[in-house]
């Protein structure tokens, strides 16, 4: 077994996307994609995440793509972007900043089809 450093990620995984593009319908591209997507979302591949200059770079590449399903390709990019950067609730306390009376936290909960907000002393 051995080791294997992938020296720019990011670009990496777009050339391993837009060479397996071509062949998009098959269940490997979508993996190819949503790879890529998470290797900019872990980096912070800022100049990745806009999607003109994404848009740019697949045209450069992949000159005779339907500009259709690059559009439809670039909003789902837009969509698994807002899906990796979402923080989860938690469970236990987070940090806030929120006005709260000093020795007290929040719980919050959905309860009996309502949201309900109480506010509890911290032991």
Request: glycine fraction near 4%; proline fraction near 4%.
């Amino acid at each position: 077994m051995g080791l294997v450093r992938y020296k720019k990620p990011v670009e990496y995984s777009f050339y391993v996307w837009i060479n397996g593009l071509k062949e998009d319908y098959e269940p490997v591209g979508a993996d190819y994609f949503i790879n890529f997507c998470k290797n900019v979302t872990y980096h912070n591949a800022k100049k990745w995440k806009n999607s003109s200059y994404l848009r740019e770079r697949i045209l450069k590449e992949f000159p005779e793509i339907d500009l259709q399903y690059l559009d439809d390709k670039l909003s789902e990019f837009e969509t698994c972007m807002r899906f990796h950067e979402a923080i989860p609730y938690q469970r236990g306390y987070i940090s806030t900043s929120y006005k709260m009376k000093s020795g007290y936290y929040e719980e919050h909960e959905y309860k009996k089809e309502k949201f309900v907000v109480n506010e509890k002393p911290i032991r």
